[in-house]
């Protein structure tokens, strides 16, 4: 009997593979730091080889509690923030580019004196 023939695949298996996949894909973002980068590696490798495990096995029961549903979805959206929300919400520091007060350099205010 070969593992294919004896897989039993269903939505809770192949959406566990799916996540793992999106996982391991957002681990490559551009601009997470390598920390980032390791926990999705490691979260996504685990979702899958679980899905693929579950899906071979003809005895026993396998549990996947919702929360298998939620987390691939937040640590995406959680590595896009990270990745690409740090450079869209910069703006110049104070006082560049003349956006600073008048007089807030410390010289006092201009036209004033005489």
């Known amino acids: 009997m070969s593992s294919s023939s ?7 298996e ?17 601009g997470n730091s390598v920390k980032n980068r390791a ?13 693929w495990y579950v899906a071979h096995q003809t005895t026993g029961t396998f549990q996947f509690p919702v929360v298998i549903f939620l987390i691939p979805p937040g640590a995406v959206i959680y590595l896009l923030v990270k990745a690409f929300g740090n450079s869209a919400g910069q703006s110049s520091p104070p006082g560049a580019g003349g956006s600073g007060a008048p007089g807030s350099d ?3 205010t201009p036209g004033a004196g005489g």
């Not at 192949?14 to 551009?30: D, E, H, N, T």
């Open 106 to 108: 410390g010289h006092g």
């Open 6 to 12: 004896s897989a039993h695949w269903s939505a809770y």
């Open 39 to 51: 926990w999705a590696a490691l979260g996504g490798i685990f979702l899958a080889c679980y899905g």
């Open 14 to 30: 192949i959406f566990a593979v799916l996540s793992g996949i999106i996982l391991i894909g957002a681990a490559f973002v551009p």
